[in-house]
């Protein structure tokens, strides 16, 4: 025999195979034969390693090297490096990435593969399956052996009984249970049968053993069918799984070549034998019934229970049935024992489970994990969290027969229990990860429609009635669906869950109801907003950029009107549904962007540039359209607040042609944006000039005007206001709630903000500390690092990826000096002579996952230090304080202290007043006030007149030209010009500046126009 | 019925731990490790050589805790060809210019016999 010094164990799971990792070995070979090394280092063709989506993947041992990605012109560097040379292929290691060092060499390493704990895995990615020898290497058959010359049937039941193996297929039945019945049952003919029908879109574990360990199914089931007393057993594999069956072929002859399947097994006596009986892929057939009445050769069509297979099965035998994994876990637990195997997982779900990891998650593939690991830690820390910068949204758990669990569970420990409590199952543990993108109503379509197509038809509620519930949800995502519908799919869900015949009906609705659970805010969007928050349902969504505009506007129509040039045009559309063209060019957040398709080409549209090049175009203001209506301009509507909320209501009520008045508390108005947004990012010019414009529309604009100071609402009333609009933000700054928050030298970032951009004057220290990550907190460092402070240092508690400030203003306030300091909170104000001298401060590490969906810091006992200081700015999130103003008038307030509104109409408990902006949503963008005022200036002209015709929101399209047959331009995304670092300082000059005409142009055409529709259509 | 049949609990052992020399090398934490340098410098100088002759005779000795692998130039091209020997607490011990001799030596008294040789070491 050769002595091989090393070895190479390529992946020819079913995923790498199929990405070409049968050539990557031919290749291996045949330079290991080039350069002499073929007996030397030997190719392994081995099973699944679960890194799927970066295959074809292989380890070099005896280092562990883990390479992905491999081509086969890849094999020479491979077999001459590092065969060779000893020198590691670096760019082909596991998590390069050009131009960066290699995270890990060697698989151990690998924080994919670290965190998991591989028992029904364990030889698969370590073994040739195709070789009986390796599997024997590694300790295979030993528990046959042991379980049929050391123990009773009686006691190897037992023994699995102890271990608390429970059902893997789904439903988690005690394993042993479901033996011990087996055996008790009358019979001298009884069955040990498999299933390996897996049929959960994305759910691959058990293709993963049968390809990659097919031993480990054979010997668990000899061991069951000793336990049982059985002497036939039957695997039950689809048709779909040609590979899976042929190294179970391979192996089932093996066995019985070795004297490990047939007449007196190792000279014991036993006798037992095992064979393949195929599924032509129904999803039906997974139930045992069904399972066996297409084993006997008829449709597979499941019957009542009782009788259970284990009295009445296969050939109404006594018969039990598990499922692979289970199966792969029962030599392990004869061999290491019943109390090893109950070490791992939880106190009622014992041992590892298996998840197929999917979805918009970094790392898919199959993972191992002990039961009872946190769902946060297994799409986290194992999958690599979500990629492209979107939030976790949800996960699907269990198939179409499980449920989603949203981000608020990321602790949820996934066992049996917990999974049900959530209204998920652990089904066959395919867990599919969706981010922001993925719309829930649409996700409990797509499995609805699944489950109602492979319906048996046997029953009529799972035929009928998931049918009806397909037919609703269908509706409910084209918009036409109404509310009574939600409360009729949870009635029509629960009477299928409590009706159908079998596990499939059974457990059909789930999705449904569980969706509904989770998300009933969503399915609320679609029925009365006719709105896809997530912008996925064909049939609301016009383009996913104008779907995640809060204020409505036409991305592509304004955008394309750019490309031809034809601005004024333009600017009038944008002003169709947001007024605040030139200062949404500066300051908007951009929703739009992140939704931009064009980011799966290359990059997202620069939306916002293009809105800036537009707005820099204007020369004589563009006003939209507006109704002249004597009886509407007659009626008295009194606006609060004289913010980007108010505005837009004012707006939007003068141009169906009321003449309402704003009332601003200070002495300019504009709300947040004059007083809070400093003037490098938003200039006071551009900001009057949209005021101005909102004013021409007949909006009376009074300033000095304070609510609950100057004026109340009974006094509006009686002054013969019929309506009132409350936009008044959220103008207080939260405290620190730390000790000594009232030493001099200690101020709040709003306030701070405030004093400088109203009075243009604040003090500011020589060393300022500022606490807080949000926008306010960026804002006040820049402005401090203007007002000549020699340092600023920002602490924020958690860590950079969770900044809720937006991050190119967190990249430009770096560039101009502030430096951030993560992980970090503060515990009490240091003072000498009354004046802030230091700031003690904490270190906090991440904890659990909270409901946010992020993990939250928790303090690090014993890391106190004070960090010097002369001036600490606060800038950890606002709040209303609506005791000041409402005076008598009783409006219903959130738990958190905003004015609840009805999110369409924005009307408040009190009828004739309304709210929108920060006042009833919590501290939110500009964009999300316009939109908010808009709501609120149709939900207005309905009180006073019992209709409304908002003529805005008639979707009219552009006349722009597009050919949908041109490729797109291959340009990508323009960066923002910008003023140099060293002409910002000490100024409050304009940082961002304009594209030139060329490149804002091209920027315009670089759009993919998902607006557009073929006219037949 | 074939040969290969496994007749008793007792087969089954003695086939395992004949089919586990195939395997082994894949399961790491070996108490010793043994480096070949094979960089340019290495290899120019008869690392494959002493590669072979390692791999040979450890195979004929039966040694079994003992894994053997290889990298790049350890930057003392003039030491070459070298072997680093690595042991389960991660001291290290180098050996330079070597030959068939040596490599012999290194794996009778050091790999087998748990002494190593001074005479034949590196030192900085």
Known sequence: MDNYRSHILVCAGGGCVASGSLEVSAALREQLEKFGLSREVKVVETGCLGPCVVGPVAIVYPDGTFYQSIKPADAADIVQEHLLKGRPVTRLIYGAKPGEQPPAEALKEVPFFRRQVKTVLRNCGMIDPQRIEEYIAREGYAGLAKALTAMTPDEVVDEVKRSGLRGRGGAGFPTGLKWALTRKAVGDVKYVLCNADEGDPGAFMDRSVLEGDPHSLIEGMCIAAYGIGARQGYVYVRAEYPLAVERLTTALEQAREYGLLGKDILGTGFDFDLEIRMGSGAFVCGEETALMTSIEGRRGEPRPRPPFPANKGLWGKPSSLNNVETFANVPVILLKGADWFASLGTAKSKGTKVFALAGAVTNTGLVEVPIGTSMGEIVYEIGGGVPGGKRFKAAQVGGPSGGCIPKQHLNVPLDYESLNELGAIMGSGGLVVMDEDSCMVDVARFFLDFVQEESCGKCTPCRIGTRRMLEIVTRICQGKGRMSDLDELVELGERIKDTALCGLGQSAPNPVLSTIRHFRDEYIAHIRDQRCPAGVCPDLVRAPCQNACPAGVDVPGFVSLVGEERYAEALRHHRERNPFASICARVCFHPCESKCRRAGLDHAVAIRGVKRFMVEQETTPQLPAIKDDPARARRRVAIVGGGPAGLACGYFLARLGYKPTVFEAEAQAGGMLVQTIPSYRLPRAELQREVRMIESLGVEIRTNSKLGRDFTLQGLRADGYEAVFLGLGAPAGSRLGVPGEDTLGVTEAIRYLREYNLHGAAPTGKRVVVVGGGNAAIDAARTALRLGAESVQLLYRRTRAEMPAWIEEIEEAEHEGLKMEFLIAPLEVVSEGGRVTGLKCQRMSLGEYDRTGRRRPVGVAGSEFVVPTDHVIAAIGQTLEPGAFLGDVQVELTRNGYLVADPVTGQTSVPWIFAGGDAATGPASVVDAVGTGEKAAVGIDQFLTGTSEPFWRVEHGVDTRFDPEADPIPDDRAEMPLLPIDERCGCFAEVELTFDKVTALREARRCLRCDYRCEEA | ?124
Request: net charge positive.
């Open chain 2, 1 to 124: 019925m074939s040969d290969k049949k496994i007749k008793s609990p007792a087969d089954l052992l003695a086939l395992r731990d004949k089919a586990k020399e195939d395997v082994e090398l894949r399961a790491g934490g070996k108490a010793l490790r043994i480096t070949v340098h094979m960089g340019t410098c290495g290899i120019a100088s008869g690392a494959r050589d002493v590669l072979k002759q390692l791999a040979a005779e450890l195979s004929a000795a039966g040694a079994k805790d003992v894994t053997l692998t290889q990298t790049g130039c350890a930057g003392l091209c003039d030491q070459e060809p070298m072997i680093s020997l690595t042991d389960a607490t991660g001291s290290m011990v180098r050996y330079g210019k070597l030959d068939a001799q040596k490599v012999g030596d290194i794996v009778r008294q050091h790999v087998l016999g748990g002494t190593p040789i001074v005479d034949y070491m590196i030192r900085a």
